[in-house]
């Protein structure tokens, strides 16, 4: 109790000295606010980008890929050698997992595309159309034509647009496929373009093609699928699930969306490096300028420091109260920082801000930052400690001058 | 040495370096103070007085000789035993007051209670009677800089006797008062000096202090004359 009210004691006396010098401690609360804003915003930039990236990864592969292990591991000499042959009765035991909402089944091929007078490589993917397009959502846009139906009697395909620019084509126009079967027999097929789609990555559209899986296996000339991409109820169902499935399905191998998210690893490292050397720099100013607040306020107070030492006041205890100045500074510079950016946050949800294409793509994405509790609340601990720590070091360091020196002080 | 005295120099040398030069405040001073006494230091600047202050409040330490508080010789004690005692013992009056001025008067006056655990409810009903002592009672919520010259060092020798010291240093307290205030913070020191038995060690140029003290000491050159 006694620690309690002498801790309140000095925490009222380091809260009235901090407005000692309201100029000062404005100045030393605008940059800790603006520290703590530019961490906030530039740490929820980072995690909408991270959260985007993710949900596209996952709507790509599916939160989990579930295939035979040498898909994974071993390059194959012919289409589809390590592919999966009784995708059907796997899908059904899939949908025993109470997380699970769609198994689609994928064939990866690639190949020729031709229009008779260029042809060009291709990279496809026979796919189950409705179920596929439905969890892409927002990820893949129609461009041009219409989406494949699973029912449709004629071999169709959708192509990247950035193939489908290349090639002349547009929807309704008449192509041929090339490829190898999986006996390593050439063997070509005439469709018809069903529509035309976009990624937003035009290294991917430049090669891009999606077919039926019937379409992918006849030409193929086998029953087999590739891999069967699993998607659940939500991302955070992902490690748990890939655990169970794992258990269901012992002789194939699971693997989650991370484990394929080349991009979304290179991003978020490379975004970690970006923001953690600027979380790093603005923390560094923020110590500047709360330690050199401390020490101008130390030096004006020298000899008041003097005199509550040569009443018996301890360097601990003095030291203690400059730490809570730097506290009540730091909570200050914190809490207005933390409001300025939740209130960008939100104005850029309630006003969409358009940013341009990033490199390697072709559409811009909306300016969003993620309101983060967790990140708010180490940030603000963190500004608050480090203002605490500064004020100490600062304090401690010029406690150390002689009470006699310090009473002589003008 | 006698055993009465609340604080002993014996053959007490101190030297500063003031730039290139080594100056000798203090040659060889023995000194002894009574409980209840009211010393006065006296002597022109340079002479010593402030450097006795300082060893006899334990803000710094003797280069030769010993600096003995209630029979202990302060020259084993570790900084922290030495704040403890100026915590537990020892009053300080300052010329220019040195009030925290972000504290009220009775928040100032409340200081050394604070320090030294005094319960909350004693410390209020203490600082109360110690204000109404000194005739402040009514400025007990006001800051320093609302009262003044005479007012502030009213507040400070308050604040000073407040925890019952043993021993008082007074350095110049009356020297930015006129006459009529320096009466107005003279009295309360003489009296609570005597009443509670606490020896205030006062340097000071001021005749109409030094006159009203038990004893004089005069210093010259850092020799006691």
Redesign the interface.
């Known amino acids: 109790m006694k620690l309690i009210t002498d801790n309140i004691t000095w925490m009222t006396f380091a809260f009235h000295n901090s407005l000692r010098n309201h100029r000062r401690s404005l100045v030393t609360v605008a940059i800790a606010a603006l520290g703590t804003a530019g961490i906030l915003l530039a740490g929820g930039f980072a995690y909408s980008t991270y959260e985007g990236l993710s949900q596209a990864a996952a709507r790509t592969t599916g939160h989990l890929i579930v295939a035979t292990p040498a898909h994974f591991n071993v390059e194959e000499d012919v289409p589809l050698q390590y592919g999966m042959d009784n995708a059907p009765a796997l899908q059904q035991q899939l949908f025993s997992d109470p997380a699970v909402r769609y198994v689609l089944p994928r064939v990866d091929f690639s190949g020729l595309i031709s229009n008779g007078d260029k042809s060009t490589i291709m990279l496809a993917i026979g796919i189950d159309p409705e179920a596929e397009f439905a969890v892409k959502g927002p990820f893949l846009t129609v461009k041009e034509g219409q989406i494949l139906q699973a029912n449709s009697t004629e071999a169709e395909i959708m192509l990247g647009d950035g193939l489908a620019k290349s090639l002349k084509a547009k929807a309704g126009s008449d192509l041929t496929l090339m490829v190898s079967t999986v006996d390593g027999a050439l063997n070509a097929l005439d469709v018809k373009v069903k529509g035309v789609v976009a990624t937003g990555i035009p290294d991917i559209d430049k090669r891009l093609v999606y077919t039926d899986i019937k379409t992918a296996q006849k030409i193929l000339n086998t029953q087999r699928v590739s891999s069967l991409g699993v998607f659940l109820d939500s991302m955070q169902a992902t490690d748990a699930a890939q655990q169970r499935i794992g258990h269901l399905l012992p002789t194939m191998k699971v693997e989650t969306w991370l484990d394929e998210a080349f991009f979304y690893k290179s991003v978020r490292e490379l975004y970690n490096r970006i923001f953690g050397a600027l979380g790093l720099i603005i923390s560094i100013i923020v110590v500047f300028v709360v330690t050199n607040a401390m020490a101008m306020a130390i030096i004006e107070r020298t000899r008041e420091i003097g005199s509550l030492r040569a009443m018996g006041t301890l360097p601990s205890e003095l030291i203690r109260s400059f730490t809570f100045e730097g506290m009540f500074l730091g909570a200050a510079g914190a809490v207005t920082g933390a409001i300025i950016a939740i209130s960008i946050s939100v104005l850029l949800m309630i006003f969409p801000v358009e940013m341009p294409p990033p490199p390697g793509r072709s559409t811009g994405y909306p300016l969003l930052i993620t309101i983060d509790a967790a990140m708010y609340v180490v940030t603000l601990l963190g500004m608050i400690a480090l203002s605490m720590l500064s004020s100490g070091m600062i304090a401690r360091k010029t406690l150390q001058q002689p009470i006699v020196d310090a009473l002589a002080h003008n | 040495m006698s055993q009465a005295a609340i604080i002993a120099l014996h053959d007490v040398h101190k030297s500063y370096r003031l730039g290139e030069h080594l100056v000798q405040a203090l040659r060889g001073v023995d000194l002894q103070v009574q409980r209840g006494e009211l010393l006065a230091l006296t002597g022109p600047s340079g002479s010593g007085k402030s450097t006795i202050l300082?060893l006899c409040?334990l803000?710094?330490r003797a280069d030769a000789g010993d600096v003995l508080v209630n029979g202990v010789n302060t020259k084993s004690l570790t900084e922290?035993q030495l704040?403890?005692q100026?915590?537990?013992t020892?009053?300080?009056i300052?010329q220019s007051f040195?009030l925290?001025?972000?504290?009220t008067v009775a928040e100032n006056v409340d200081?050394?209670l604070?320090?030294?655990?005094v319960p909350?409810a004693e410390r209020k009903e203490r600082v109360a009677a110690q204000l109404k002592a000194v005739g402040l009672h009514e400025h007990a919520q006001h800051l320093p800089d609302a009262l003044s010259g005479g007012q502030r060092q009213r507040v400070a020798i308050a604040?000073a006797l407040i925890k019952r010291p043993t021993i008082v240093i007074a350095d110049e307290p009356t020297a930015s008062l006129d006459s009529h205030t320096a009466d107005q913070v003279l009295d309360p020191m003489r009296e609570r000096g005597h009443a509670e038995g606490a020896a205030f060690i006062i340097a000071s140029h001021d005749e109409r202090l030094t006159r009203r003290t038990d004893r004089i000491v005069s210093l010259l050159d850092g020799r006691m004359q």
């Open positions: 300082n409040g803000i710094d922290k704040t403890i100026r915590r537990d020892i009053g300080f300052f040195n925290v001025p972000v504290m200081y050394p604070f320090l030294n655990g909350l604040r």
